[in-house]
């Protein structure tokens, strides 16, 4: 519950917190604080020297980029996704946003935060894998966009590595998404949790059953372009095979690899039926 | 939707009498205006100069030996006060007191793990410095060496006493007996059936109270008393077991609280880390200070009594009366016994629950395991019980086919029978079963069931209706513990409180009871207002309990559904005598006998002639300054009057186990449904309807809310509370992050609905209440059962059901009961 | 820019302007409790999912365990000894008292904090609304029934 000792700085630009990201090597980014500040009172992981974000106001605020697409800075938190009108243009966003545990984590938990420390139980890296969303990174060298399937690597382990910040995440354009999750109580942890997006084709990605969101590849392909309720049930069956999730006190692997498949059915008609 | 009734001044009040004045209705309560500006004291609130933090150290390891403790780096850390380890422990204190009898009271009990570890996050070490962050920093500091050893995590293998926990006691089992009462091989002569259940289960959980636990201990060098700010709710048995440990006198240990967070039973056994502060206090000639975190509160501090049952047998007709049970009972009490093994006879004030069974056996085993000591919490072993008997009339009634309600209503204790003596000689004063059932039905729309069952099915889902009949026994006959140990000197109960007018008019009550948020500075100025004559408003009830200031006695607290009768019983009691004295008085000044005198409108007065009246100012100012002008004879009187209620109990039969242990049986019956997706075993209760009878109640609205409470830690002990652990011991739910309960989202539609049963044996009617006896566990349970029966009718073994148990359910149906030919 | 150990912070709390030196450890919910000696906010768990310790930070519900003091440095903070003046409940106050939506009442002032934030935003808020508002707070003695109800009075 106690920290122990760090340092702090709260840079005026990205610029300066990418210099002190990068000039001490036990550096975090500290966004919301809804993960690190957990994390630290535990005694998990003590970071050397938080970089506060707070003044960063170039990366808050969501972008309609038009059909659809959006651009959301990483500082933007989730209750402001929620309440966004720009983000309304992608509604599955501020809907899964909203159903984050409660609105003092919401207030204060960016979506930036929520990716970079990638817990499995996340919300959002299942969802922005299947909205095939492209991250923005910015670091010493440079800034680089990485693919979702390239941004998500291990447990708190990201592309955006020491010394970089990540800036801004992009949505391509699209519409017909879906989420489908079994969580610990209402708002609550989830236990396994599908996003499905369907966009010339179906991206379905699981979380809470690896150390990154899984796409259900094989799903996909059987599916091809068949969005029929007989033809998903039917290319979800054998998805739990595929899969290899923990066990812990809110489920076997059994049950996990269970959810996954009925999940996955229901993200993507979800997907399909929303308007 | 609640009231508030603020009912108008009462003309007049006889002597001795409670008219439904201000007892009877919902008063505002006196607690509220600090509480909601953020003025209450808590433990945590208080501030000593000079005070140094202490962080316990504590044991990563289920069960080992420590090899060897070194202190030296932490103690050289800037800000370190001091530290205190088993070995100093050993030598400053003897162990705490076993409840016990062998080979449970050779058990061997201190403040700080002597030697060896038997839990993870018993405490080792403790360390002292000046900011809560260094106390940390150092605790990171301290070396311990352990040797692990091999862990027992489940009751089953701790009997087996192939590994050992306290080699003083030689065997796990803390303790086992036999209670037999009436004739079970009758039973099952007269039987048409006997239905067998192979294993239920009762899981461990606790009500886990929002505020830790904690304390700020002063030393006093000069005099040897320890003062302790802190928020143990029952001092008396605190002092007990603490002063022997400490060497020292009831009298040197002052338990101070104001106001407390929760407690629910989980703040009865802080005796350890209390002596380990006070040890600190001492040696470190300063104040410390105690803040357990909630992962030491979920892994170290007090859980509920986890308990298996095997062999359920029940002799039925086959009109479904039951006739009898015979089950073997096996009891995991964690790493020490503490509290226990009280458990293992308080189950015994409702052995045949609500029902009218005559010929009940029980083999009865508690052992201890590597997992955190358990402690009473709410329901205390009445709950793992009536548990047991809610599984097993619902599990009858399924087999034999039978409609639930019936069965009910056919085994249920009648209201014509009450007082109704129980097969071991408990007597339940008053109720009607049936009629509380009744109105659960109602308020949970019963007739419309089978179209709401239709409905749901279309939907998909499978719909489930589950009943849980509960008995909240209240005001203890401590005297049950001899029936566990012969050798101990506690019987009856008491609870002391004084009423004293003074020289201004004021009337200023103290209370030997430690609330945690029931009222009880409100419903006791209630019942003095109704005496007395005055309004609640000119009663001042101290706020919390000083042992230093409030008159108390051996069972004085707050716990076990008692204070309206024995926490009020003192208040009338001790108002009944200062409403005496001060007629005594007027009788004295006007010139008449205590007979012709009224007391009314907070003045003592003619009844023949009302405008011959002396307000209560004068009254106190005669006495306190003024006692010339009063005759010789009424000189003694002292307008403070101290009045210690004590229960009509006698000893019970150690032969026969028999006799009454409990004053008091408030019932609730509540009623249940729920949804369920077979496809993937999530369930969501979608209605909800709670009965509560419990007697006159004196504030309505503090008694539902105890109503409301109750059901919502039920309904998360049956959904998602619970104390798992993994092989080696560790606990897999030691925060609120995993161990989830119900938050506002969470909870369904409630409905309330009561009757007031009095009891005949109270001095206000009333019977304690508060614990709620788990119904919530039974209802949800039986509505479970009740829904997965088109799915095979998988037999529903535990109290705890989280999804992935629903989804097993439904993957393989196992039935682990079976109707037998006697 | 260097990083640093501590910091003097200026911090509005309450209305009142307070400059304070805080060590960059320090969380914001024990400034408030061991430095200010502002013990309305309560600590009830170490995992941040209580509520206990809510308030207000620059003007949206934030929980305090999860803040560090240093980083409310140029914030205004509000808790709940702010919301009476001179022992004049709040409407809200009072409701919570006369439906009985406070038992033990440590959870009270996290509670009052997210009613408080909530009916400035919804004056007439909806039960589900209400039960939103108040999800992040954890309430062991009432089951929330009487608190929905006593948010429901205070509402327009």
Known sequence: MLLREVEYARPKSVEEAIGLLSAHDGARALAGGQTLVNVMKARAASPDVLVDLQDLDELRGVRDLGSGSVEIGAMTTCSQLAGDEAAGARSILGEVASTIADVQVRNRGTIGGNVCSNDPTNHFPPLLVALDASFTIVGTGGERTVPAAEFFLGVYLTAAGPGELLTKITIPPGGQDGFAAVTIGRDGTGIVTVAASLNGGARVAIGCVDAVPVRARQMEEKIGSDYSDESVRAAAHGLGATLDPPSDVHASADYRRHLAEVLAVRALVAARERR | ?822 | MEAQSSRRITVTVNGEEIEYDVEARRLLVHFLRDDLDLTGTHVGCDTGNCGACTVIYNGVLAKSCMLLAIQADGASIETVEGLSSDGELTALQQAFSDHHALQCGYCTPGMLMSATALLRVHPSPTDEQIRKAIQGNICRCTGYVNIVEAIKAASK
């Open chain 2, 1 to 822: 939707m609640t009231e508030t009734e603020t009912a108008s001044r009462p003309l007049v009040v006889a002597p001795g009498e409670t008219k439904p004045g201000f007892a009877g209705t919902s008063i505002p309560r006196k607690e509220d205006k600090r509480l909601v500006q953020g003025e209450g004291v808590f433990f945590d609130d208080v501030k000593r100069h000079g005070m140094g933090y202490v962080h316990f150290v504590r044991s990563p390891y289920a069960h080992a030996k420590i090899t060897s403790i070194d202190v030296s780096k932490a103690l050289e850390l800037g800000g370190v006060y001091g530290t205190l380890t088993g070995d100093e422990v050993a030598i400053l204190t003897d162990p705490f007191f076993e409840l016990s009898v062998k080979p449970g009271a050779d058990i061997k009990d201190y403040a700080l793990a002597v030697g060896r570890v038997r839990h993870v996050g018993e405490p080792v070490a403790a360390v002292v410095a000046s900011s809560r962050e260094l106390a940390r920093d150092a605790a990171e500091l301290v070396e311990v060496d352990y040797e692990p050893l091999p862990v027992l995590t489940t009751g089953e293998e701790a009997l087996k006493n192939e590994v050992i926990l306290h080699d003083e006691a030689g065997s796990n089992v803390v303790w086992q007996g036999l209670f037999d009462w009436g004739d079970y091989e009758g039973a099952v002569a007269e039987a048409d059936h006997v239905v067998k259940i192979e294993r239920l289960h009762f899981d461990r959980f606790s009500s886990t109270p929002l505020e830790c636990s904690g304390v700020l201990v002063e030393y006093n060098r000069g005099t040897g008393q320890w003062t302790m700010h802190g928020n143990h709710q029952m001092p008396g048995i605190g002092a007990i077991w603490m002063a022997p440990a400490l060497r020292t006198g009831i009298d040197k240990l002052r338990f101070v609280s104001q106001d407390i967070g929760g407690a629910f039973g989980n703040k009865i056994c802080l005796h350890p880390q209390y002596v380990a502060c006070c040890l600190l206090a001492r040696k470190l000639n300063r104040p410390v200070q105690w803040t357990e975190w909630r992962t030491d509160q979920h892994t170290a501090n007090a859980h509920g009594n986890e308990r298996t049952f095997l062999d359920i047998e029940v002799p039925v007709k086959a009109d479904g009366t039951m006739l009898g049970l015979s089950v073997r009972a096996l009891d995991d009490c964690g790493a020490f016994p503490r509290y226990e093994p009280l458990g293992c006879i308080i189950w015994a004030q409702v052995t045949p629950g609500c029902y009218r069974w005559r010929n009940i056996r029980v083999d009865f085993t508690q052992v201890c395991t590597n997992k955190s000591p358990v402690s009473p919490n709410r329901g205390y072993s009445r709950m793992q019980h009536l548990w047991l008997t809610e599984r097993v009339i619902d599990l009858v009634a399924q087999e034999l086919e039978l409609d639930p309600v019936e069965v009910r209503k056919r085994n249920y204790v009648r209201a014509d029978e009450m007082p109704y003596e129980t097969p071991n000689g408990c007597v339940y004063d008053s109720g009607d079963y049936a009629r509380a059932l009744d109105i659960a039905l109602e308020l949970i729309g019963y007739d419309e069931l089978e179209a709401r069952r239709s409905d749901v099915e279309s939907r998909g889902k499978l719909l489930g209706f589950g009943i849980g009949s509960t008995l909240d026994s209240g005001t203890n006959n401590f005297g049950q513990s001899t029936l566990l140990n012969p050798e101990l000197q506690f019987s009856g109960n008491n609870e002391v409180a004084t009423v004293k007018l003074d020289i201004f008019g004021e009337i200023v009550v103290t209370l030997g009871t430690v609330p945690q948020g029931q009222g009880h500075e409100t419903t006791a100025s209630q019942v003095v207002a109704d005496i007395l004559g005055c309004t609640p408003d000119d009663v001042t009830v101290r706020a919390g309990h000083d042992t230093y200031w409030n008159s108390h006695a051996g069972f004085s607290g707050t716990y076990a559904s008692q204070f309206a009768v024995t926490g009020l019983g003192a208040v009338k009691g001790a108002t009944d005598k200062l409403a005496g004295e001060i007629k005594r008085v007027a009788a004295a000044v006007l010139g008449a006998t205590p007979d012709d005198v009224e007391l009314a409108e907070g003045t003592a007065r003619l009844k023949a002639a009302p405008e011959a009246a002396i307000p209560f100012m004068g009254i106190g100012a005669i006495v306190n300054a003024n006692n010339a002008i009063l005759p010789e004879d009424v000189r003694d009187v002292t307008l403070n009057c101290r009045h210690v209620y004590v229960p009509p109990f006698q000893l019970p039969d150690k032969e026969r186990k028999f006799g009454n242990l409990t004053l008091t049986y408030a019932m609730q019956v509540h009623t249940c449904l729920i949804e369920i997706d077979p496809e993937t075993g999530v369930y969501e209760i979608v209605d909800y309807a709670a009965v509560d009878d419990c007697g006159t109640r004196i504030h309505p609205q503090i008694v539902e809310g105890q109503v409301h409470g109750a059901t919502a830690q039920a309904l998360g002990a049956a959904t998602h509370e619970i104390f798992a652990y993994d092989e080696e011991g560790n606990l897999l739910t030691p925060n609120f992050y995993d161990y989830h309960v119900p938050h506002a989202l969470d909870m369904p539609p409630l409905k309330t609905g009561y009757l007031e049963s009095t009891s005949p044996f109270t001095p206000l009617g009333a019977k304690g209440m508060g614990e709620g006896g788990g119904a919530g566990i039974h209802a949800v349970c039986a509505a479970l059962q009740d829904a997965l029966k088109s799915r095979g009718q998988p037999t529903v073994w535990r109290s705890c059901n989280p999804f992935h148990q629903v989804w097993e359910y439904l993957r393989d149906p196992s039935r682990t009961v079976e109707v037998t030919k006697p």
